[in-house]
């Protein structure tokens, strides 16, 4: 008699579920990291109840052949690398193969997808496939996540109000739509449309249609590089600043990423010119090989380790210091004058 025994499928999958979905902002991230990173150009979301009642994402990227479709369900299962060298210079968003096994067994899902020659569609609740069926559909992916957490009453009441679920999801998709200016994304609550940019790659038009376009006037570029980092972005003067330091957005090759010791190097960057309890608007894009960031530190992706990040960091500060600086001393010049 085995007092140890290996856990199925669908409860193992639930378990991953647990720290992939967190709350209808995690797979409404999940999703639209696979939309980006199946090339697509144009991402609809279309949410109800801020998530709770639907999410669907509709893209026009590669789709999935048919005789995938089941296996991309499967934990562990990807396409996105294949052995362990891929794993220490990941190029796409995803990698770890967990999003949709995990999303599936917590919710009821329906996916058509067509690759341009050939389409399919499955419906899958709880883990369990319902339906599988070929089917006629343009090239790429809709995806539709209904009645979240149905079966982790747990996890349903830890939920938070309506507002404040769908202010998570708002904040994920303008940091994703900061991270791909050359992606139409636009983003749907109950039918209102909350978020709209033009895909057309320019990252500064995106900062605008986030952040109102009246600002850019007082948000600046920077640029700089050295041996090992490339760094580029925009970053506001220090008379624009907001008391949450939720408006500052840092991506590593096109991954939006929580780092403390970045942050704090953006805010140093300004040395003693932003108030206590102020915090900038910024967007800092990092450009790096892939080798030296390790990505896998938790299901979520969000967090990074970087090699030489002292290095980066001091980079960064003196990027911005010397650029506020510069920009500040016109002003001053042609006073005097
Ligand atoms: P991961 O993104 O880590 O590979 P997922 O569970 O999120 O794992 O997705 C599994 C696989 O399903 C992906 O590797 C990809 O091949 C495929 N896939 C998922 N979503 C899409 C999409 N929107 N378009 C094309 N392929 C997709
Ligand atoms: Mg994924």
Known sequence: ????????????????????????????KELVENSIDAQSTQIDINIEDAGLKKIEIIDDGIGINHDDVEIAFKRHATSKINNQRDLFKVQSLGFRGEALPSIASVSDVHLKTSTGDEGTQIHIKGGEIKK?????????TSICVEDLFFNTPARLKYMKTIKTELAKISDIVDRLAIGHPDVAFS???????????????????????????KNLKRIIKIENSDNDFKISGFVSLPELTRASRN???????????KNYALFKAITDGYGSKLMVGRYPIAVLNIELDPVLTDVNVHPTKQTVRISKEDQLCNLVAKTIYDTIYQENLIPEVMTRD
């Open 247 to 257: 408006y500052v957005t840092i991506t590593l090759n096109g991954r939006y990423v």
């Open 1 to 28: 008699m085995h007092k140890i025994h290996e856990l199925s499928t669908i409860l193992a999958d639930q378990i991953a579920a647990g720290e992939v979905v967190e709350r209808p902002a995690s797979v409404v």
């Open 132 to 140: 599988i069926k070929p089917a006629e559909a343009r090239r790429g």
């Open 187 to 213: 983003l749907v609550h109950n039918q209102r449309e909350i978020l709209r940019t033009s895909g057309r790659g320019q990252l500064q038009q995106v900062i605008g249609d986030i952040y109102g376009a």
